[in-house]
T-cell receptor, first 115, second 112 residues
Framework: NAGVMQNPRHLVRRRGQEARLRCSPM?????VYWYRQLPEEGLKFMVY????????ESGMPKERFSAEFPKEGPSILRIQQVVRGDSAAYFC?????????????FGEGSRLTVL | DQQVKQNSPSLSVQEGRISILNCDYT??????FLWYKKYPAEGPTFLIS?????DKNEDGRFTVFLNKSAKHLSLHIVPSQPGDSAVYFC???????????FGTGTRLKVLA
């Protein structure tokens, strides 16, 4: 049973470009979470999705950031018009149930560098 | 507003001794807690969890203690091994919410 798969592992973008980060949850998991880790900081919640639905996006910046989890295919975190402050590690996690019912399984992260 | 706090950014322990990592929270609605370990350039991996109906949970060398009145939990690792050197995060969630809130992490270094 493959774990949470994230790609790309590393992404370099210039200011103003778009970044797309993909996450395939573990088989059988319908709950996906995105977290961001800035250098030397902890994991900050961004968004929680179930298939085709955004459940909680309270941690997502209001502009430039969006997330989706379509019926078919991976979850996508999209950052438009990237700025240097977007440079961070973005972690996806999945779970078979919602928060409080078990652990989250994390991917290895996508490291975004904005030049 | 940091609802989950790990006030010690780093900790060094001799191999074979006990490591104690601490975590404090402010939200009294939190009722489920987890500890994760993270190596550089890898994703966090789950260690152990505890529900608020318990005050202790043990799994091998790892024990988590929960003091609800103090809003404090701790992770004990005994005996500590060099391979335990990593960053440890505590996380909390509240029934009815949809997210885990993570602390800022404690970097543990186990000295051989």
């Amino acid at each position: 049973n493959a774990g949470v798969m994230q790609n790309p592992r590393h992404l370099v973008r210039r200011r103003g470009q778009e970044a797309r980060l993909r996450c395939s949850p573990m088989k059988g998991h319908s709950h996906v979470y995105w977290y961001r880790q800035l250098p030397e900081e902890g994991l900050k919640f961004m968004v929680y999705l179930q298939k085709e639905n955004i459940i909680d996006e309270s941690g997502m910046p209001k502009e430039r950031f969006s997330a989706e989890f379509p019926k078919e295919g991976p979850s996508i975190l999209r950052i438009q018009q990237v700025v240097r402050g977007d440079s961070a590690a973005y972690f996806c996690a999945s779970s078979p149930g919602k928060a409080g019912t078990g652990e989250l399984f994390f991917g290895e992260g996508s490291r975004l560098t904005v030049l | 507003d940091q609802q989950v706090k790990q006030n010690s950014p780093s900790l060094s322990v001799q191999e074979g001794r006990i490591s104690i990592l601490n975590c404090d929270y402010t939200n009294s609605m939190f009722d489920y807690f987890l500890w994760y370990k993270k190596y550089p350039a890898e994703g966090p991996t789950f260690l152990i969890s505890i529900s608020s109906i318990k005050d202790k949970n043990e799994d091998g060398r790892f024990t988590v203690f929960l003091n609800k009145s103090a809003k404090h939990l701790s992770l004990h690792i005994v005996p500590s091994q060099p391979g335990d050197s990593a960053v440890y995060f505590c996380a909390a969630s509240a029934t009815g919410t949809y997210k885990y809130i993570f602390g800022t992490g404690t970097r543990l270094k186990v000295l051989a």
